[in-house]
């Protein structure tokens, strides 16, 4: 059974950078597709993008794009998410999420539905 595990949140200023990382445990997080998705209190989780599982394809949603980086290193079982220029908008918790995606290995998946694993989130907070 894969397990995921979010780090890397915090506080931070408007402008500045944050690394989150999803490691995986009981599975090669290699075989699986990854999206990260946040959610504020109150409100729908949104996806942030998602990951191929050999990183050959990258989605992002238009309010990180150019801002948002994901990358994986199947050799460590973790993915990344590098945020630069955060802004107070960027706070939420931030939750990654994976799924088989069989035959379909170059494509990731946008929407929460098709992912079965989930981690329990970490918290971001942009604020000065």
């Known amino acids: 059974q894969l397990q995921l595990v979010e780090s890397g949140g915090g506080l931070v200023h408007p402008g500045g950078s944050l690394r989150l990382s999803c490691t995986a445990s009981?599975?090669?997080?290699?075989?699986?597709?990854v999206g990260w998705f946040r959610q504020v209190p109150g409100k729908e989780r949104e996806e942030v993008g998602c990951?191929?599982?050999?990183?050959?394809?990258?989605h992002y949603v238009d309010s990180v794009k150019g801002r948002f980086i994901m990358s994986r290193d199947n050799a460590k079982n973790t993915v990344y998410l590098q945020m630069h220029s955060l802004r107070p908008e960027d706070t939420a918790h931030y939750y990654c999420?994976?799924?088989?995606?069989?035959?379909?290995?170059?494509?990731?998946?946008?929407?929460?539905?098709?992912?079965?694993?989930w981690g329990q989130g970490t918290q971001v907070t942009v604020s000065s």
């Open positions: 990951i191929s599982s050999g990183a050959e394809t990258t």
């Open positions: 999420a994976a799924d088989d995606p069989g035959p379909l290995k170059l494509v990731c998946f946008s929407g929460a539905d098709f992912y079965d694993f």
């Open positions: 009981g599975s090669a997080l290699a075989s699986y597709a």
